[in-house]
């Protein structure tokens, strides 16, 4: 099977017309795009090797989720809505099952959010997917890291930690009862971009990242840009674990700093951490209720730049959380 | 050096305020692209992977030139103004003067279009390089492939067949005096992507292509879009080898046969093959001049289906030409 025989199989979508905001999809030169008018284009992209980014193993459906997924959460940390995305194919060989399955879990997320393919290119090599993907915001009304204040409420949405946690099973560290590894093992592989709570969040949140290198390096980038610090509540953050709450009571867990460790700075989350005013914490409940999304406040910005975390005592903890690349 | 010190010293340019086409550039979760009103935005992908299309002994400087000319030769094939792009880059290791050579080539070609890196991604692996580019063309007016019509001359600019001639040379099958041999190798690896010529030919060329698999190749998908055939003039395509101007009296040349497979299916020549009906000859040589690209008429798009080979005398080609993929 040939590049074009294998794109036309496999990426090609009969039957579907040209849309309002892709004109013109594969098949030419460039597609083109045609954005809203007053509006700007959120583009960003992300490349995941085999063997770094996801083991050989991994099911291929999940694998074309997940590929699509980590470029949503990107377009989600700058409340943008998603347009199209182009996509890069590296394969060993054309594996027509493993292809049909990887097309079936990039189509299913890319339609879930109307994001539709509008170009790429295919070629022989070691496995690699590169995706860039195109969304757009209102102009000037985008989510950026560099907008938290003193003051401001720091939030989380959703769960962390858990994808950490199913990767150290994989690599043999931890075991976890099957119950709480499958839990797990889902939010490593099927990852859940907050593509409609980043946008709700516009004109609500200051600053906006998604957690994808770990909660404490990520919360880094914005305070960096932001010219702040911050004060994070372990303990609230750690509640965030969804395998405590899977858990009864406690059974199964690894040791409590492991859990600490998944939460702050295992990465893979694909969740937002963002910044608002205390008193816009009605409207970050009601964006977080319109987009169904949980969300949780896990601290505080300040102006002393610098993370403290402090434990349920609100005593600080040791040194060596402090550092994002713990795991490094 | 980590990811974020890597992106830092080569790929973060300070003291560049952000344009109006790109308000937010690189180091937020998305960069932020601003089409002018009116246009559609044009978006085309690459990927390059080592030992496939390029050698690992290719000097660092030509291949930033190369990954960047390749996707700027898509947005010429549709007319469109370069704006911006995006760069994944799978490194074997964080080679500094590797880099520094590579981002040098990279920027001095975005440099010489207005392009600008709006964000990327960098991740260790086998080196591989996907760039996604973005370009502007007033709404309706891209030039497609779809286009050509029965009557239409069919046009090729510059030069073609040189770059797999320099490739043909580095596989050991051809040997050429140096002096050509040193001018086929920079057409195999300093491309000129015909990014004037493009915009000029918008409202011109009734159909255009970028040839980088081959002008055979290329042309098929022109045709077959378009429902139309063509009958291409090998003799005047045969002129095309720029290493037949250089050779004094054919002296160092290869076999006829060899410069005619490199000029109509050698590829990486990203040269535009292009269309336009015959009363529109003037103003094709007027956009070629403006652009200061030198434009040949190498044969006749016809309505009868399928592709027409004739040499100097006008007559049939034999079969083994007509075949894209004759190097396959």
Redesign the interface.
């Known amino acids: 099977m040939g590049e074009f025989e294998l794109i036309d199989r496999f990426f090609l979508r009969r039957g579907r017309p040209p849309s309002a905001q892709v ?2 999809g594969v ?9 809203s ?1 007053g509006h ?8 995941l ?1 085999e ?3 996801f083991l050989s193993t991994v099911d291929p459906e999940r694998l074309g989720h997940k590929a699509l997924a980590v470029n949503l959460s ?2 989600a ?2 409340g ?1 809505r998603p347009l ?1 995305f ?5 394969l060993p060989a054309a594996d027509e099952p493993w292809l049909a399955a990887f097309a079936r879990g990039l189509f299913a997320l890319a339609d879930a959010h109307g994001c539709e393919l ?4 295919t ?4 496995l ?1 997917i ?1 995706i ?1 993907v ?2 757009e ?1 209102p ?1 000037g009304q ?1 989510l ?3 907008g938290a204040r003193a003051g401001d409420d720091l939030w989380a949405s959703g769960t962390l930690g858990d994808a950490r946690l199913a990767l150290e099973v994989f690599r043999g560290k931890v075991s976890l009862p099957p119950s709480l590894f499958e839990a797990a093992r889902e939010r490593l592989e099927r990852p859940t971009p907050r593509v409609a709570l980043g946008q709700a969040l516009r004109g609500v949140a200051s600053a ?3 957690v994808s290198d770990g909660l404490l390096g990520d919360l880094g980038h914005v305070l960096r ?1 932001s010219g702040a610090g911050a004060t994070l509540d372990t303990s609230a953050t750690l509640e965030l674990l969804a395998a405590r709450r899977h858990a009864a009571g406690g059974e199964g867990l690894p040791d409590a700093r492991l859990q600490l460790d998944c939460v702050l700075a295992g990465g893979d989350d694909y969740e937002l951490v963002f910044t608002a005013p205390p008193d816009r914490r009605a409207a970050v409940q009601a964006a977080a209720a319109a987009s169904a999304t949980p969300v949780s406040r896990i601290g505080r910005i300040e102006a002393e730049p610098g993370l403290r975390l402090l434990d349920a005592d609100g005593r600080a903890l040791p040194g060596q959380y402090r550092s994002w ?1 713990h795991f490094a």
Chains 1, 2 share one sequence.
Not at 27 to 35: M, N, R, T, V
Not at 86 to 90: D, E
Not at 123 to 126: F, I, L, S, V
């Open positions: 004109p013109l098949g030419d030169d460039c597609a083109l795009l045609a954005p008018p700007e284009l959120a583009v960003s992209c992300d490349m090797l063997g770094r980014h990107d377009l940390a700058c943008a199209a182009t996509l890069a194919l590296a509008a170009g790429g290119d070629t022989r090599g070691p690699a590169c860039t195109f969304g915001v102009r985008a950026l890291r560099s906006a990242i998604d840009r690349d």
